[in-house]
T-cell receptor
Framework: DQQVKQNSPSLSVQEGRISILNCDYT??????FLWYKKYPAEGPTFLIS?????DKNEDGRFTVFLNKSAKHLSLHIVPSQPGDSAVYFC???????????FGTGTRLLVSP | NAGVTQTPKFRVLKTGQSMTLLCAQD?????MYWYRQDPGMGLRLIHY???????AKGEVPDGYNVSRLKKQNFLLGLESAAPSQTSVYFC??????????FGPGTRLTVT
């Protein structure tokens, strides 16, 4: 049972435009959500997070939006840059467990 | 401050062979995790530890064992490797149940 879903395996965007990556979850107990970025042959690196008591968190070009009623979060990258090309994973944390649940990832390609 | 390191970076095993992957962190984190990444499957949790001397099963624990004898180290063992264990293995550590810091990965091929 996939509790965290990223339904788009890939996304292509032109440099300077907005990239929107989506993530859906099924477990209403999740109270903290994270986005990780992964380049080839490297480990994932933490990008941005949001608590369930908020609906938006912003860090520079990156903004994460949380819609609890829809069990949906999204990552907006504005403006997109070629260096943003990577695989993006969303993850969720359940307060009852000391671990994260990851989605399957979305590969973002930003072309010049 | 090296963060999370993994040894080795690459390894090729024959079916039935055994090996141990070592993860070390210098951030004094309580929690440590082992994941495997396979195409289209994302990051799947194998085993994890919430402190020195503790281990717990994750989503895909079969065929693997772990030990956390020292707080800074988390070992992942394959007793009898199978081709299905060909994957990229990532170790991570954290001070809470939230942000985890990942190592660079170990690419394992079982022939």
């Amino acid at each position: 049972d996939q509790q965290v879903k990223q339904n788009s395996p890939s996304l292509s965007v032109q440099e300077g435009r907005i990239s929107i990556l989506n993530c859906d979850y099924t477990n209403s107990m999740f109270d903290y959500f994270l986005w990780y970025k992964k380049y080839p042959a490297e480990g994932p690196t933490f990008l941005i997070s949001i608590s369930s008591i908020k609906d938006k968190n912003e860090d520079g070009r990156f903004t994460v939006f949380l819609n609890k009623s829809a069990k949906h979060l999204s990552l907006h990258i504005v403006p997109s840059q070629p260096g943003d090309s990577a695989v993006y994973f969303c993850a969720a944390s359940d307060p009852g467990f000391q671990k994260l649940v990851f989605g399957t990832g979305t590969r973002l390609l930003v072309s010049p | 401050n090296a963060g999370v390191t993994q040894t080795p970076k690459f390894r090729v095993l024959k079916t039935g062979q055994s090996m141990t992957l070592l993860c070390a962190q210098d951030m004094n984190h309580e929690y440590m995790y082992w994941y495997r990444q396979d195409p289209g499957m994302g990051l799947r949790l194998i085993h994890y530890s919430v402190g020195e001397g503790t281990t717990a099963k994750g989503e895909v624990p079969d065929g693997y064992n772990v030990s956390r004898l020292k707080k800074q180290n988390f070992l992942l063992g394959l007793e009898s490797a199978a081709p299905s264990q060909t994957s990229v293995y990532f170790c991570a550590s954290s001070y809470s149940r939230r942000e985890q810091y990942f190592g660079p990965g170990t690419r394992l091929t079982v022939t």
